[in-house]
């Protein structure tokens, strides 16, 4: 704390960016390692994306995970996923699956709007999904980039539409109608 109760000044860092070609990432049981630059080895890390939707496969933060006694720190940044080796890619992709599970909408069924609701019944890369959405689009409909867009139901669950301008006639027409896209 500075003088007169001022929270002091958060530590400053340097980010680290990790060369892809010289690191290495694989799956043992159920947790993802990492071997390091040096050859240092993590028998466990986890990922999150510095920027979820627009940029998903670039700047990827590589951290320990928290623990009951500590919090985890950061390891580094790799810039671009797709420079990694295959098994190592494969792996920091099923990672991030994982741990960003949206379901994205090919296909829109019906919509249909009933007591402030929308009703929504769709076909996602999961399967068949019904799901309720407040009828407010302001706090239920997020634009991500141009064309893609989050569709966010009353439980909080995202579903993604990575380009609504590719689906088809007939769930363009409904986005159209009920979202105001």
């Known amino acids: 704390m500075y003088g007169d ?74 810039r671009d996923l797709n420079a990694l080796d295959q098994e190592s890619r494969e792996a920091v992709e099923r990672e991030l699956r994982q741990h960003y599970f949206v379901p994205r909408i090919l296909r829109i069924q019906h919509i249909h ?20 959405m407040r009828d407010s689009i302001i706090g239920s409909v997020r634009r991500v980039a141009e064309g893609r867009w989050l569709v966010i139901d009353i439980n909080q669950t995202r579903y993604e539409i990575y380009d609504w301008r590719l689906l088809d006639e007939h769930s363009r027409d409904l986005l159209q109608r009920y979202l105001l896209l």
């Open 113 to 132: 709007e009933e007591f402030g609701f929308l009703y929504w019944k769709v076909i996602t890369d999961r399967g068949e999904k019904e799901f309720i």
């Open 5 to 78: 109760g001022i929270p002091s000044m958060p530590e400053v860092f340097e980010t680290v960016y990790l060369e892809a070609g010289k690191v290495h990432f694989k799956y043992r049981g159920e947790n993802l390692t990492f071997t390091d630059e040096q050859g240092e080895f993590y028998p466990r890390v986890t990922l999150r994306r510095a920027f979820p939707l627009s940029l998903e496969n670039h700047y990827i933060l590589v951290r320990t995970p928290d623990s009951e006694v500590e919090r985890g720190r950061e390891i580094g940044v790799l």
